[in-house]
């Protein structure tokens, strides 16, 4: 069974900077894709960033376009969500996902059968 934790959110002004992370246990790391996801309460999950099994090819949602940036650690079997020039409109619950069957950076929360917690990250203005 595979395992996803996430970790690192917190409470951040306006402009500051986090980085997340994604534990994942119970498989083959770099088999999977990755992806990050978000949700505010009664609001649907929604894509943030994306990433191969490879870590070769990555997806973002415009908004977040060279402010955030997903990497990954297959030694480590984890995979990094870096949030810079954090603004209030960021503040939503932050999920990491999984999928085998994809292997490309994928946007589609159904194609991840893997799911994290979630951490949230509130954001100050």
């Known amino acids: 069974q595979v395992q996803l934790v996430e970790s690192g959110g917190g409470l951040v002004q306006a402009g500051g900077s986090l980085r997340l992370s994604c534990a994942a246990s119970?498989?083959?790391?770099?088999?999977?894709?990755m992806g990050w996801f978000r949700q505010a309460p009664g609001k649907e999950r929604e894509f943030v960033a994306a990433?191969?099994?490879?870590?070769?090819?990555?997806s973002y949602t415009d908004s977040v376009k060279g402010r955030f940036t997903i990497s990954r650690d297959n030694a480590k079997n984890t995979v990094y969500l870096q949030m810079n020039s954090l603004l209030p409109e960021d503040t939503y619950v932050y999920y990491c996902?999984?999928?085998?069957?994809?292997?490309?950076?994928?946007?589609?929360?159904?194609?991840?059968?893997?799911w994290g917690q979630g951490t949230q990250v509130t954001v100050s203005s």
């Open positions: 996902a999984a999928t085998v069957l994809f292997g490309r950076a994928t946007p589609t929360p159904d194609n991840y059968a893997y």
């Open positions: 119970g498989g083959t790391f770099s088999w999977f894709s």
């Open positions: 990433i191969s099994w490879s870590g070769g090819s990555t």
